[in-house]
């Protein structure tokens, strides 16, 4: 019974986040990856340089 | 000794986080390198789609076409019931990104026949860089260009935005500042400044306001928001209120009940707002344009599909009185 139960469970929160994705419009899903040394950057606007207390 | 180097402070929304060597601002995308200010996320969006206009919400803006829609991580607010959390409210590198320049969206939309590109789902501000080349790339193509935003920025970069922007939906969460405060870990004014910059450079504006309960579904709040819109805005300003539901961190309060949005509806209307409608209920029936003189039925809604178009020219065929968006 409590297999049942918790697959029940689990399907539900699967059904939940497919339907919450479908329903956001997103096609591309997050997904963990740690690739910090792939990470680029581009200049960025409207900043200023100081001799400001961090944080 | 060699100088430490300086800390920076981004001046792109009113947080003005300052940030020392290597340390992120709140919005997870914009990074202190060396003394220089830079954003992890121009031309690596981790959501690209194509949706209905009306989905935005946008309903004076070319009704029943197709928007090419983009969105990158992060946001600089950190709203409690935000839908679409799982990106906005991530690293870069916590998300699966692509890699599209932006001659690559402006292509892509235009491959696929959408007049117009849409920076959604998390929050243009934050990648401003990247939202800003693809307008001016889209715009030479011919294109149009819709923000679907917050909008809590600075007035020069969004000043400068408004200039390559034809549309904006603007989420003004609530007239309340301790609502944006305790809720989204924002301020209100800001928003208001920046939304009036937009609508004074000529800028399509339609506003939306999620309605929470218990949270900012005062009869008086909403009152005073309408009335600020009417004001500052002008009466033709579309409104539309949306249900919320339970999400992210904010689990534990039903969905918004049809009665008070539709209070909200009746309160716009009082106020003299002439394009009020009200979004995300099943039984629907209040996404219908009318004609603000002659009161006429010209755009039919049920969700986000355009079952009767009877404008001509960007007038009501009954009376001839313009109606006021983008519709060619």
Known sequence: ?55 | MSPLPPIVECRLCPRRCKLAENERGDCRVRVNLDGELRTLVYGKPCALHIDPVEKKPLFHFLPGSSIFSIATAGCNLHCLFCQNWNISQSDPEETRNESFPPEHIVDAALKNRCPSIAYTYTEPVIYYEYTYDTCLQAHQKGLRNVLVTAWYIEEEPATEMAKVVDAANVDIKSFDDRFYRELCGGSLRPVLRATEILSKAGVLVEITNLIVPTKNDDPGVICELCAWVHDHLGAETPIHFTRFHPDYRLTGIPSTPAKTLLMAAETAHIQGLHHVYVGNLPEGGNEDTFCSKCGKKLIARRGFRVNENRLVAGRCPDCLQPLHGIWK
Do not use: Q, W
Not at chain 1, 4 to 11: E, N
Not at chain 1, 20 to 31: D, H, R, W
């Open chain 1, 1 to 55: 019974m409590s297999t049942v139960a918790s697959r029940r469970g689990f399907l539900g929160k699967l059904l939940t986040a497919f339907l919450a994705i479908c329903s956001s419009g997103i096609v591309i899903s997050k997904t963990k990856e740690n690739m910090p040394e792939e990470t680029t950057s581009h200049p960025a606007r409207y900043f200023s340089r100081g001799d400001y207390l961090a944080g």
